[in-house]
Structures are given as C-alpha cells and as structure tokens.
Nanobody, 122 residues
Framework: QVQLVESGGGLVQAGGSLRLSCAAS????????TAWFRQAPGKEREFVAG???????YYADSVRGRFTISRDNAKNTVSLQMNSLKPEDTAVYYC????????????????WGQGTQVTVSS
C-alpha cells in the first residue's frame, strides 16, 4: 500500500509562489511515475504536471512555464513549484502515482493523496 501525503498549500496573492510537496515511503517515486492533479469547485479534476521515474516531465498547457515538477529520491518527495500564480489556479491539489506506460495525463493512477488546498486571491 502506497501512502501519499501532500503539503505546502495555502493562500497567496496573484503573482505569488507556492511550493507543494508530496511525501511517500522510501522507494515509491523511483518505482512509479508521479503526477499532480487539481480540482476546483464545480469542475472536473485535471492533470497539472507529471514526472516519470527516469525524469521525463509533462505539463498541462495552462501551467507550462509557470510550474515545475521535480523529484528528490533521497528525501522521497515530489515537489511542484508554482510561480506567477493566478486566481484560476485555485483548487485542491493532489499527487498520485502510476506504473502505467500510457501518457501521464491519460494514465490510471493507483494511489492518491488526500489533497492540499491552494487559494490564489486577485
């Protein structure tokens, strides 16, 4: 059983930055691809960014150039650095892992964290 714990959410003004972290037990992120998703009120969950276990990264068009996903195997964490935040980035952010070889936005994710709230004020 893989347990994922997100942290780092909060309230920030538009244009500001936040760094989200997803922690897991040792070895998790070296064995799985990891992604961040988000879900805003009244909207469907959407893919934000992902990273394969060998380091290939993927981004949604809406965040490319503003968000950066990275992995620290020594600390067993995957982070999402979010810069130039916009009010439309407001959502609950989730990390999830998969061992699927399908493109990460379309993969089936076996394990999910409980989410962390990000609120961007205008």
């Amino acid at each position: 059983q893989v347990q994922l714990v997100e942290s780092g959410g909060g309230l920030v003004q538009a244009g500001g930055s936040l760094r989200l972290s997803c922690a897991a037990s040792e070895g998790t992120f070296s064995n799985y691809a990891t992604a961040w998703f988000r879900q805003a009120p009244g909207k469907e969950r959407e893919f934000v960014a992902g990273i394969r276990k060998f380091g290939t990264t993927y981004y949604a068009d809406s965040v490319r150039g503003r968000f950066t996903i990275s992995r620290d195997n020594a600390k067993n964490t995957v982070s999402l650095q979010m810069n130039s935040l916009k009010p439309e980035d407001t959502a609950v952010y989730y990390c999830a892992v998969t061992n699927s070889l399908v493109l990460l936005p379309n993969a089936r994710y076996a394990y999910w964290g409980q989410g962390t709230q990000v609120t961007v004020s205008s």
